[in-house]
């Protein structure tokens, strides 16, 4: 068994304001190439586990590892989202003033020292999501379903080695979202990246290797399509 | 897409808020070059004028603010030249006049047969022979602004002269003077005997440390004469000490007002956009990198209200010294220097303004900002 890219070792996640338990005491781990779905009803703690994967929020207690290691502060979490890590939001977080080009280049500073290197990459990212054409239109012009691509291309920015998706579908019609959950499949099957997707939607659950279920911060089910792991 | 062009296109988000913000800034810089640009500018009137002259030296009584208002006996003109070192002496008596069109001018008496007169490169007429007590000489911009050639009268505080001549010389401050023989100078200001101050021309003054030497020998034989060398003459002058205090007292306050509306809009600018602030944290910027984005927009705002304030403050400066009050008195060029420090200065602005809110959006937690609507 490969060593895990993620894991979690009984992450809590309390928030002071009225004291709510958000995440109880979570233990799991993540390998490269794996293509998990993470899934539960509203207020469940599957957005504060993913936020917890990669270090955008801070667990009350335990630890989360990345490859095997715990990032020291939020500096070393913010390298580690710039250079392994690429995340997708329900809500696409575009930067509404820069072009659809510009938005790919953002996650590349300090990572990709040149300028026009930065912008050929995002052209080449645009490409593989289809919106070549699209390269100079602000966040406002496209449709949803090209924001979303648009984000997808950006969180591809630097090649990441695992892909954390929340919600992503979450604000698109059906057919929009089966490409767009065609799309980072693609992805993850081309380039072996590891997919973490976040959803309350059973079907698009079924679709990947591996189901987390979670209920008032617990995972209450560990399944894989090779069979149950808890 | 580079930094810079990110934040330009951040400070493009509000065009009319940045461009007032700018507008502030030019304005604030606009004053600062006006006032030290004036400040300056008569300082080095002053020096060019005395350069031009021929002048080394420059005696004036001791403890007076206004040199213009003093009186010394034009005798001691002869005990300075006893003092070894020293070539020529001229007194003077100088004030400030308005002449007809409003036109302000140095107005100087000088001794018949001094050096000075030697200084004056006529282009029209003579100069003044022994004992023409009526006669007077115009600078050539002050002849031109006055409309006047040799042989007009010209009228000094309603009495008649004769302007037998019109000079060139170096500097603005020359060229727009007007020169009588001492003796009708001292009549008109009801000064008989008196001068405000002696020029002093030094031997060999080529020779290194010789101005200062003739100087310490001047000073020690007449204590209760102060000395100043042409080249720092201005530097220890009472009135222009004190207006050098008030221009860079009226710049530092405006550039104050500045960095207050910078500040003022880069706040208003980081709280606006607390959720890309977020969203940039997420896609792994660190606060660092946020933090000099911020500072950059500030700087580069600041550098372009800079550039703007360059411009109307010369341009103003420009305009203001073609007063008839004014621009016999002042030089108009603004040296490099100065229009360096103003960039200097007004990027500092920029990086002082924008260091608090630049802080403020690099500390924001990534998950409180992208909750931000």
Redesign the interface.
């Known amino acids: 068994m490969p060593a895990p890219l993620l894991s979690a070792e009984e992450v809590s996640r309390i928030y002071p304001k009225g004291g709510c338990t958000a995440l109880n005491k979570v233990t799991l781990s993540i390998g490269p190439g794996d293509y998990v779905a993470v899934s539960g009803p509203s207020g469940s703690g599957k957005s504060t586990l993913l ?1 917890l994967l ?1 270090g ?2 801070h667990p009350t207690s335990g630890r989360v590892l990345f490859d095997n290691a715990a990032p020291a502060n ?2 070393a979490w ?6 392994r ?1 690429g ?1 997708v ?1 329900q809500s696409f ?6 072009t659809a ?2 938005n790919v ?3 590349m ?3 990709i020292s040149r ?1 026009r290197e ?2 050929r990459r995002a052209e080449s990212l645009l490409g593989c999501v289809g919106l070549s054409s699209r390269r100079n239109h602000r966040p406002g012009e496209l449709s949803g379903g090209e924001k979303q691509r648009l984000a997808i291309a ?1 969180s591809l ?2 090649a990441p080695d695992v892909i954390l998706a929340d919600e992503p579908t979450g604000n698109l019609d059906s057919r929009t979202a089966g490409e767009i959950l065609d799309l980072l499949e693609g992805i993850r099957k081309t380039g072996g990246t590891t997919l973490v997707l976040v959803t309350h939607d059973a079907a698009i659950a079924g679709r990947a290797g591996r189901r987390i279920a979670l209920m008032d911060g617990s995972i209450v089910s560990d399944e894989s399509s090779a069979g149950r792991r808890a | ?3 810079t ?2 934040a330009l ?2 400070l ?2 509000r065009p009319l808020r940045s461009a007032l913000t700018m507008l502030g800034i030019a304005v604030a810089v606009g004053s600062f070059i006006v006032m030290v640009g004036l400040s300056q500018g008569i300082e080095r009137a002053w020096v060019t004028d005395l350069r031009a002259r021929g002048t080394h030296i420059l005696a004036g009584q001791k403890g007076v603010v206004n040199r213009l208002n003093t009186s010394l006996d034009e005798s001691l003109g002869r005990e300075m030249e006893r003092v070894e070192g020293v070539g020529a002496v001229a007194g003077e008596l100088g004030d400030l006049m308005i002449l007809e069109e409003d036109q302000t001018t140095v107005s100087a008496g000088w001794p018949m047969g001094c050096y000075l007169w030697s200084a004056l490169h006529l282009t029209e007429g003579r100069l003044p022979s022994p004992g023409e007590a009526d006669a007077a000489l115009l600078g050539e911009a002050a002849a031109e602004a006055l409309h006047k050639k040799a042989g007009d009268v010209l009228l000094l505080q309603g009495r008649r002269f004769t302007l037998v001549g019109v000079f060139r010389m170096n500097g603005v401050m020359g060229n727009s003077a007007v020169v009588i023989p001492l003796g009708a100078m001292q009549d008109l200001m009801q000064r008989p005997g008196k001068v405000t101050g002696f020029n002093i021309r030094v031997d060999r003054p080529e020779a290194s440390g010789r101005v200062a030497e003739v100087k310490r020998r001047l000073q020690a034989a007449f204590p209760a004469l102060v000395f100043a060398e042409s080249d720092t003459v201005a530097d220890d002058d009472s009135i222009l000490k004190l207006f050098r205090a008030i221009s860079w007292s009226v710049s530092a306050a405006a550039l104050l007002i500045a960095l207050v509306v910078m500040l003022n809009t880069l706040l208003m600018s980081v709280l606006e956009r607390t ?2 602030v ?12 946020i933090l000099r984005m911020f500072v950059l927009e500030g700087t580069l705002l600041a550098l372009m209200g800079g550039i703007a304030g360059l411009l109307f403050g010369s341009t103003g400066l420009h305009w203001l010294l073609r007063l008839p009050r004014l621009r016999g008195l002042f030089e108009t060029s603004l040296s490099g220097t100065l229009l360096l420090q103003v960039l200097l200065v007004t990027a500092l602005l920029g990086i002082l303004g924008s260091l608090y809110p630049a802080w403020r959006a690099s500390r924001l937690s ?2 409180d900002a ?1 909750k931000y609507e």
């Open positions: 936020h990669c955008l929020d939020a500096s913010a390298r580690l989202r710039a250079r890590i995340f939001f977080n575009l930067i509404p003033t820069l080009l510009q280049e953002v996650p500073f300090g990572v300028a930065r912008a950006r920015a630097n | 897409m580079r930094l062009g990110m296109s951040n493009a988000r959720r890309d977020g969203v940039l944290s997420a896609v792994g910027w660190t606060s660092g990198r990534a998950m992208l």
